[in-house]
């Protein structure tokens, strides 16, 4: 069983910026294409960003295509979601999924970790 943390979430005004962070609980981040995935409160969880396991490929949710960052460092075994230029409604849990395959479908990803609260000021 791969236990997955989630960490970096945090408040922030309007217009800032914080990086999420995601690790498995072994060295295993190089098996697995990665996931983000965010809800918000009254809402269903939503797809933000994907990044297949060998990191050539990424894919983003068009609210958050251009201001978000996807990106992977195997040797350190840590996922990243680089979020800049924050908006309110980008208040939510963030959750990091890990999988065989980089999917926008929650369902295809087999871990996931515990979920970090960002909030955006307004």
């Known amino acids: 069983q791969v236990h997955v943390l989630e960490s970096g979430g945090g408040l922030v005004q309007t217009g800032g910026s914080l990086t999420l962070s995601c690790a498995p609980s072994?060295?295993?981040?190089?098996?697995?294409?990665m996931g983000w995935f965010r809800q918000a409160p009254g809402k269903e969880r939503e797809f933000v960003a994907t990044i297949s396991r060998t990191g050539e490929n990424t894919y983003y949710a068009e609210p958050v295509r251009g201001r978000f960052t996807i990106s992977r460092d195997d040797a350190k075994n840590t996922g990243y979601l680089q979020m800049n230029s924050l908006k309110f409604e980008d208040t939510a849990v963030y959750y990091c999924a890990l999988g065989p395959q980089w999917t926008i479908l929650p369902r295809k990803y087999e871990y996931w970790g515990q979920g970090t609260q960002v909030t955006v000021s307004s």
């Open positions: 072994e060295r295993t981040l190089n098996r697995f294409a």
